[in-house]
């Protein structure tokens, strides 16, 4: 089901460098005495890195003392039913043109997916960026376009560029569902949620290129653990499982940067300049498995209150309940594996998705099921 390291074009991948690598990090492995009772626990917080582990086979040809966690960083698996349903109310409102990423289109609401919104007659139209949403706009003024902006500070710059690129032409029919969430506070939900069982992180690529590696020093300072920002290629996921490991080796705790090609020391400014331009942050906000999460979403700036879907539309954002025996809060926080959920693989599969882990191409349970992970021992 996996495909283990290769030799070819790509130096990320390469299957010789790939074992050395292996062969070191047994060789950590049995200097800390970790075994597959007592493992050493490594979460990648980014479902990017779930899949580049499960793709390459990674967590098949590791030794039995290292066990991953799969962290919060699918922003499509975290969001609440509450705000699906959101989207499904206004997308239903025949006077819109509903926009979003086709990831977000099958995420259960507590009534319907957005997919399910379509085919009920809703004018509901998948883009590639907010620009796309934007250009539909100018095309049909006429009509009032939502973008159903979403996802960490990864796209958060994008739509933020949207919404002052919409200020700059005076375009009156555009708006935002804002639905973009913060990396940091989700982390210390992490670290402070009670049984935590995490060594040490695989920091998240994306993210970290716009806000730097500033934002993760508390995890050393107050936490006691390391982190490592990393690459997606399976070479990147294995150089920085050794660096975790020789940290843990040595007695040190640091925040170090493997993916130091692509992410700048100090982030993205401009990237940074449009955020704080254009989103405050909220008191709190609500993830689904998680609960409510003080200072992690953002909210649009009473400067651009006009493009704001939340104020046009007067949003309702209920509470709504997880279903019955799901248990993506607990995959989440590295307390419970895919295949101890009763749901899964049985009610809850790629096709008929019960709980978002299992939705999104990033979901851990989802990788779980694509890559063969479907019972004890496979991870």
Known sequence: MTAPLTAGANPFQDRETGRRLIARIGEKLDRLGATERKPVRLMEICGGHTHTIFRHGLSGVLPAGLEFLHGPGCPVCVLPMGRIDDCVAIAEDP?????????????????????????????????????????????????????????????????????????REGIANFSLFCNHITIIPTIRAVLDTPGMMVDGFIGPGHVSMVIGLKPYRFIASQYDRPLVVTGFEPLD?????????????????????????????EGNPQANAAID??????????????????????????????????????????????PDSCQCGGVLTGTVKPWQCPLFGGACT??????????????ACAAYHQYGGLRKGAA
């Open 277 to 322: 331009a254009v989103f405050e942050t909220r008191p709190f906000f609500e993830w689904r498995g998680l609960g409510s999460i003080d200072e992690s979403g953002v909210a649009i700036r009473e400067r651009f209150a006009r493009f704001d879907a939340e104020r046009r539309f007067a949003v309702r954002s209920p509470a709504v309940a997880e």
């Open 95 to 167: 006077r819109v043109i509903f926009t979003t990423f086709g990831d977000a289109m099958r995420v259960p609401g507590s009534k319907k997916s957005l997919m399910q919104a379509k085919a009920d007659g809703a004018d509901i139209r998948m883009v590639y960026s907010p620009l796309d949403a934007l250009e539909l706009a100018r095309r049909n003024p006429d009509r009032e376009v939502v973008f159903f902006g979403l996802g960490f500070e990864t796209t958060m710059p994008s739509t933020a560029l949207t919404v002052l690129k919409a200020e």
């Open 237 to 265: 996921v294995l150089q920085s499982v050794w660096m975790l490991l020789d940290q843990i080796d040595r007695g040190v705790v640091e925040i170090q940067n493997q993916y130091a090609r692509v992410v700048p020391e």
């Open 350 to 363: 790629p096709e008929s998705p019960v709980g978002a882990l299992m939705v999104s191409s990033e979901g």
